[in-house]
């Protein structure tokens, strides 16, 4: 099969490049096995049990999902041990109050320089949109606990903001960097939203550029690229934009080092839980749990994120009956330093949230290699 560009892989990183090639009346595929990727909502459980929320500031990723639910981040409980824990409007959180408003501070700042770099980041690398701002390039380079010991803020970190990130990544604050913890924490204060999405509608709107299929093979040629599927099937392109999981890309181009994935499994069930986690929608965890967080859905059933498969869910359930579980053994790519390119040679592009966590990064990447295609194209054909 030939076409003028392949974009392999259909997650959000995928589906914004193709949306784009598609409004730009581009020759091209999209070959997925999987149109979502990491967000699998069901429409009959009303439950998502992949990427779960959207931010408000999620302009590019918000043109591909719908706001579901609001969350309310104050019906919470923090849980430090199976005996204690306080909630978001607690004694305990007046007393830590200086610290958040340090920590809030803090956001400010990052929101004021986040903002541009996802802009620049739809215009250039986002190793070029790091380098054009220092403080950008410093958060990306450090460990979260080392931002959070040069910031004074160990205290508020330990019995909220960790709890938080955990919940988010299933990583501690050793294993992700200060750019993502600070990303992740504008959930905090910016309103934020359960994801509902409709892979029929993309579908409809893709049309004959949909390709269902999986490739385990490339062969880089002189101006082409030549794409083996699972089923034997082959595939060729002037240009590849792959927005696969950063494993699969690593294969796929054979190079090294890639950030390290978290593991997640997701629990759905209709349960009676402990009373201590009872009285708030939303339960979160230390890093030293198996437990990420138990979150209430509105039909009162619950959705229970563990980094460990064989977790006894009786440790917070009296009872349970398990509904669905589904298990992410490389859930997001949050740990290391390591930097995925963006483009390998002149006619191929990475896609996806391999350097910067969450739905919107990945949007803005997948945009950004859309882009790359479109401008070649017309500077090739003015």
């Known amino acids: 099969m030939q076409t003028k560009t392949i974009v392999a892989g259909g997650g959000i990183a995928g589906i914004s490049c193709a949306l784009q090639l598609l409004n730009a009346n581009q020759d091209f595929l999209l070959v997925t096995d999987d149109l979502g990727g990491r967000i699998k909502y069901s429409k009959d459980a009303k439950v998502n049990f992949g990427a779960y929320f959207v931010m408000s500031n999620y302009t590019n990723a918000k043109k591909i999902v719908s706001k579901g639910p609001w969350i309310n981040p104050v019906d919470s409980c923090f849980h430090k041990s199976a005996t204690e824990g306080f909630a978001a409007i607690s004694w305990h959180t007046v007393a830590f109050l200086p610290d958040l408003i340090r920590f809030y501070v803090a956001l ?3 929101t004021a320089h986040y903002e541009p770099f996802k802009q620049r980041c739809l215009m250039m690398t986002q190793k070029e949109a790091l380098e054009a701002d220092p403080y950008m390039a410093d958060i990306f380079s450090k460990p979260a606990s080392q931002f959070i010991r040069e910031q004074g803020l160990e205290r508020v970190a330990s019995d909220y903001i960790a709890m938080f990130a955990y919940a988010c ?3 501690s604050l050793e294993q992700v960097n200060a750019l993502d913890l600070l990303n992740v924490s504008q959930g905090m204060v910016t309103p934020i939203h359960c994801i509902e999405f409709d892979p029929e509608v993309v579908a409809q709107k893709l049309g004959k550029h949909l390709v269902y299929d999986k490739f385990v093979r490339l062969v880089k040629g002189t101006g082409q690229v ?7 099937k082959t595939y060729q392109a002037e240009n590849l934009i792959l927005a696969t999981p950063a494993d699969v890309t690593r294969k796929l181009l054979g190079i090294g080092d890639i950030r390290a994935a978290s593991k997640i499994f997701v629990f759905h069930v209709k349960a009676d ?21 138990v979150v209430r859905q509105l039909d009162g059933s619950y959705l229970i994120y563990s980094r460990e498969e064989g977790v006894d869910l009786h440790e917070v359930c009296e009872r349970f009956e398990l509904l669905k579980a589904v298990k992410w053994e490389k859930a997001m790519y949050v740990d290391g330093k390591a930097y995925l390119e963006q483009q390998y040679g002149d006619n191929i ?3 996806g949230d391999h350097n910067g966590l969450g739905l919107e990064p990945a949007a803005i990447s997948g945009i950004f290699s859309a882009k790359q295609v479109i401008n070649k194209a017309i500077s090739t054909h003015p």
């Open 169 to 171: 990544t299933g990583a």
């Open 108 to 110: 400010r700042k990052f």
């Open 226 to 232: 030549t794409l083996t599927s699972e089923e034997g």
């Open 273 to 293: 839980l402990k009373a201590v986690y009872r009285q708030q929608a939303m339960n979160l965890f230390p890093s030293t749990s198996e437990f990420m967080l």
């Open 349 to 351: 592009y990475v896609a």
